[in-house]
């Protein structure tokens, strides 16, 4: 739960939180135990509340030791972070020559080695003299292998404090009731939150609990959680659809909460442990190993569970049989693999299982229709009333179509009909497509889409732009922009309480200048969980100082093993890009701490790149994009940590082991989870004029940095920047609510800070239900 709050900024102590915040602000007795504790925290980059405060200081010194562990070890303190050469911001000078060399030494026969001189290292590389400066490096210049590594870090270097308030049970059922009834779908770091909070004995489960659950894949979590401790009965209740009985066995299959294919999944994992070094005949074991990981086999109790649950549902749910059926219909290849291998035919003919029977008959023999069809039908006829007529049946597969439709039947009679199932739309499907009017509608955009396995995807622009001139094209553009500002301003008034106005006057509301630049939370699937706290995407955080030091550490619990992990940034100005990464090591305005390619045992390894903001300015460059790649076999490692620091004062690395990490000094961080599938993946981007990265996360294929597509990046960045952002949406709730701003939160009815904006579930919860 120490884990769950810092990432809400903020400390959970139940059995001292009563202390803390009944106390009246005054003057604390602090003692030396507690002093110490709070100097430790301020060279790790936090610092605590007055409330948080008075109740550190009523802990024991077990309680102390415990919370300074659970900061080292989410700040990765205990980790070795010494890099392959020492001293790196001076660049060693080693070239391709030198690699070229020591390769031609290593195959000769061992007679002609000895007339060279040089230096057979540990690894069993012989170094001939002349190529690369031993003495600058902690490992093998040749093969990445570190033979040292360090036990320190460096600490309070860091101007910058992360300010921890205090949290109690109330506070910490809050979160979980914001994160249960969030009415998007939870990134990676709420779900793991939610998941550690679901294993904790803070709640009691039973189905009540989660009736208000709206989200699919955040009932998957909760159904996981009730299974795993006996409640099956409880668990059936959160069961809708069929499908949902399907997304869950797929979850605690994969792990994955989204239905992705089995051949999608094969695909992508194929694809990850293709190496430029591997044979077929080993991308056909590879191939062979992934899909027996896949392959179904479940227990007799199992196959009963999910035969009474798909009974108990079908008996239950007042929905007709055929929509059922139905909604079964696009997974149904994956459906019949799970009837078989459930063995639910058997099951549905016992007694009792009647209409699980019916079910199963008619998926078989295919007797119902398919919506979809009717519309694709409509649409192939190019029946403008028909189509409309089907869409409007369903309001939120209308809202996901909307654009091409009026492409295809023109403006008016679309936006007509859709006026009509406006109020039955949920908020975040209108902000999506207030967002993306703009980007849609322009010959010259191309488009991204991200597909269910985080995979980003461009999308060139819909034929049907052709057919229109530019005026045409912006009066849609507006027609859509109406519709979605006539639809926020009905949804906040008839969400204020009439009472709540009546005799009151005016009243206030505080929207802090920050949530002016950070985009709604909205259709952003985040596959990284960020430890120390949570930034929304397109969230720009200003850079502290003239340097920025972006770090990588992976390895972390495993055997000493070859897995090499790579850590790269492009550099673009106005002509041309650049690349500081393993192959170059030094680039304008940037400096690479060397390749490490085989981690040591259990304590892993790191990689540093330091960005130099006056050189990069003098340079020319526009922005900087922050890579990590797996160039071994697979996908990104599980644990990897990455993310960029900086100071006011430039920040130390060690000349003897090459360390250069300060927690104190950290901006982001952020760790990768078992269920990424990415092999390569961009976590920022450095605007040099600014002084700020942009905190996105874009998934893409390759080994290297040279399979990015810097169109992708700037594609993706207009996307961010076409976004609605929160404060944009607050100022639409306060002129539908007729409330005075005002510049204080102290003075304000409703303020909305920056620490608010932190907890996203609450925002979503906010101005998207």
Request: glycine letters at 6%; a neutral charge.
């Amino acid at each position: 739960m120490l884990k769950v709050s810092l990432r809400q900024r903020a400390l959970y102590l139940p059995q001292t939180a009563a202390v803390g915040a009944g106390q009246v602000p005054g003057r604390i007795e602090v003692t030396g135990q507690t002093l110490a504790l709070v100097v430790e925290l301020r060279k790790l980059g936090f610092a605590l509340s007055e409330e948080a405060l008075r109740a550190v200081n009523e802990l024991d010194e077990t309680d102390r030791e415990v919370l300074l562990d659970v900061v080292n070890e989410v700040m990765g303190t205990h980790l070795n972070w010494a890099s392959l050469v020492r001293g790196w911001l001076v660049p060693t000078g080693e070239t391709l020559a030198d690699h070229f060399a020591t390769f031609i030494a290593n195959l000769l026969p061992e007679e002609e080695r000895r007339q060279i001189s040089g230096t057979t290292l540990p690894c069993g590389h012989f170094i001939p003299d002349g190529t690369f400066p031993l003495e600058r490096y902690n490992g093998c210049p040749f093969c990445g292998t570190p033979f040292r590594t360090a036990n320190f870090n460096y600490k309070g270097q860091g101007s910058k404090l992360r300010l921890l308030e205090l949290w109690g049970d109330k506070q910490m059922e809050a979160f979980f009731q914001d994160l249960l009834l969030s009415p998007v779908p939870l990134d990676a770091t709420q779900r793991e939150s939610l998941k550690k909070m679901l294993d904790s004995s803070l709640f009691t489960l039973h189905s009540s609990l989660f009736t208000g659950v709206a989200q699919k894949e955040t009932r998957m979590l909760v159904i996981d959680e009730l299974v795993n401790r006996g409640l099956d009965d409880e668990a059936g209740k959160l069961f809708s659809t069929p499908n949902d009985v399907l997304r869950y066995l797929w979850y605690r299959h994969t792990g994955h909460v989204q239905l992705l294919k089995p051949s999608t999944l094969l695909y992508i994992q194929y694809k990850n442990h293709r190496h430029e070094c591997t044979t077929q005949e080993g991308q056909e074991t590879v191939a062979k190993a992934l899909k027996q990981q896949l392959r179904l086999k479940y227990s007799r109790p199992w196959c009963y569970r999910v035969a009474r649950w798909l009974n108990t549902l079908l008996t239950s749910h007042l929905s007709p049989l055929t929509s059922h059926l139905e909604s079964m219909h696009p997974r149904r290849e994956m459906w019949v693999r799970f009837i078989r291998a459930l063995r639910l035919a058997e099951y549905a003919r016992r007694p009792g299982f009647e209409p699980l029977a019916e079910l199963l008959d008619r998926f078989y023999r295919r007797d119902y229709t398919v919506w979809q069809g009717r519309v694709d039908r409509a649409l192939g006829k190019a029946d403008r009333q028909a189509t409309l007529q089907l869409l409007s049946q369903r309001p939120g597969l209308f809202a996901r179509c909307l654009f091409s439709t009026m492409l295809t039947f023109g403006k008016e009679p679309v936006v007509e009909a859709f006026r009509k199932v406006l109020p039955q739309l949920p908020v975040r499907l209108l902000v999506t497509l207030g967002s993306q009017a703009t980007l849609y509608f322009d010959r010259d955009q191309q488009r991204l889409a991200r597909t269910l396995s985080g995979m980003v995807k461009r999308l060139p622009p819909h034929p049907l732009l052709a057919h229109y001139n530019d005026e045409q094209l912006e009066q849609m553009i507006l027609a859509v922009t109406h519709l979605y500002l006539e639809a926020m301003q009905q949804h906040f008034a008839s969400s204020f309480p009439a009472s709540e106005g009546e005799g009151q006057g005016n009243r206030t509301i505080y929207i802090a200048p920050q949530l002016y630049h950070i985009p709604v939370a909205v259709g952003d699937r985040q596959t990284t969980v960020q430890s120390d706290s949570s930034a929304l995407m397109g969230e720009q955080i200003p850079v502290t100082g003239d340097s920025v030091r972006l770090f990588l550490q992976w390895g972390q619990g495993l055997p000493a093993q070859h897995l090499d992990m790579d850590l790269s940034c492009l550099v673009v100005t106005a002509k041309e890009s650049y690349v500081c990464s393993y192959f170059n090591l030094t680039a304008p305005g940037a400096r690479h701490s060397g390749d490490i390619q085989r981690i040591p045992d259990m304590v892993g390894t790191a990689e540093y790149i330091e960005l130099s903001l006056p050189e990069l300015e003098a340079f020319g460059a526009q922005r900087v994009v922050f890579t990590c790649n797996a160039y071994t076999a697979g996908k990104l490692s599980p644990n990897l940590m990455l993310g960029w620091m900086s100071a006011e004062k430039p920040m130390t690395v060690s000349d003897d082991t090459g360390v250069a990490y300060d927690p104190s000094t950290v901006d982001h961080l952020v760790r990768i989870t078992e269920s990424n599938l990415s092999k390569g993946l961009v976590f920022g981007v450095l605007e040099v004029k600014q002084r700020a990265v942009t905190w996105l996360e874009m998934p893409f294929d390759g080994q290297t940095i040279s399979n990015l597509s810097a169109e992708n990046v700037d594609t993706l960045l207009r996307r961010l920047n076409a976004k609605p952002t929160i404060g944009q949406v607050l100022d639409i709730k306060a002129q539908a609510q007729h409330l005075t701003p005002t510049d204080s939160p102290e003075k304000a009815d409703e303020a909305y800070t920056l620490e608010w904006a932190r907890n996203t579930a609450n925002v979503s919860r906010l101005l998207l239900a």
